[in-house]
């Protein structure tokens, strides 16, 4: 296999802690231009197709069960945004989900020939002394199948552990799934307790422009932002191709292997 970007070195942390940082992924200009097109896209400025984007508003609170609702289309012009889906439909944001160095993650993942959709690309935000705490949970849904085994995450401002940067549980992908009863991952109270005492937390702490690999059944949560610095993050679940909902029919965006979406033909 092409090995350009993981080194074997690299990749066996990845199968053995779940996680690995790949380090710098942006040039400074592309990181710029990538901070300012999420801006646009929450301000409402921003020359895309709204109706197909997943929004969500940041709670006030910091409580999980207070953030907004989840549907399609535009909130309102204001940067508490605490999550916005579907950004494959945005040019800019697909011509880095295409970066040649993911494409390599998802050949050692899937299969050098695979093709590949992806679950959810997502910017994950945790506004300036505001955000929302996520729970503990593993990226997993039960209508998926088979379970997607690879998300990319990061970082477009400091991650750090006062604004919230991601925590996981080093190695806890091999405990399998948790808890099985929940449809997207989440842990009981009892079992974060059980599979995440603060000892084993390890802090994601990444620059802007830097990624991270997460295996999909690593644990991990984030706080709330306790600083004046914004934490903006866009995070890609890549699946293989094959992946189906078992609970209805939905189809998920290629973008890798044949038939996959082209950045060009999105450009209006
Ligand atoms: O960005 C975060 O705080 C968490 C993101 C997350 O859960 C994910 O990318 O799967």
């Known amino acids: 296999m092409n090995t350009r970007y993981f080194t074997d070195d690299l990749w066996t942390q990845f199968e053995e802690e779940g996680y690995v940082i790949f380090g710098d992924i ?20 921003a020359d895309v197709d709204y109706t197909r984007m997943m929004m969500q508003l940041d709670s006030t ?8 609702e989840q549907t399609q289309g535009h909130k309102g012009k204001t940067l508490n945004y605490r999550k916005i889906q579907q950004l494959e439909f945005d040019p800019q944001f697909l011509r880095f989900i295409q970066h040649p160095a993911f494409r390599e993650a998802c050949g050692r993942v899937y299969g050098e020939q695979t093709s590949v959709t992806v679950f959810r690309s997502m ?32 970082a477009l401002d400091p991650a750090t552990k006062e604004n919230g940067c991601v925590q996981i549980i080093p190695g806890s992908h091999k405990l399998g799934i948790i808890n099985p009863e929940h449809p997207s991952g989440f842990l009981t109270p009892e079992q974060a307790a059980e599979h995440a ?3 084993k ?3 994601l702490e990444l620059q802007p422009g830097e990624t ?57």
Not at 26 to 45: P, T, V
Request: net charge neutral; charged share 20%; proline share 6%.
């Open 26 to 45: 942006l040039s400074a200009l592309d990181l710029r231009m990538l901070q300012k097109r999420i801006n646009a896209i929450m301000l409402g400025e």
């Open 123 to 154: 910017f994950m935000n945790k506004p300036a002394n505001r955000g929302t705490f996520l729970p503990w949970h593993q990226d997993r849904w039960s209508s998926i199948e088979p379970d997607p085994q690879l998300t990319i995450w990061t």
């Open 201 to 203: 937390v390890f802090h």
């Open 212 to 268: 991270a690999l997460l295996h999909n059944h690593v644990l991990h949560a984030s706080d709330r932002n306790n600083s004046a610095q914004s934490r903006r993050a866009f995070s890609v679940c890549y699946m293989h191709g094959e992946t189906r909902n078992t609970k209805r029919p939905e189809s998920f965006s290629r973008v890798f292997g044949p038939g996959a979406m082209n950045a060009e033909e999105l450009v209006v």
């Open 61 to 68: 609170s910091g409580n999980y069960e207070d953030a907004g």
């Open 197 to 199: 005492p603060a000892e």
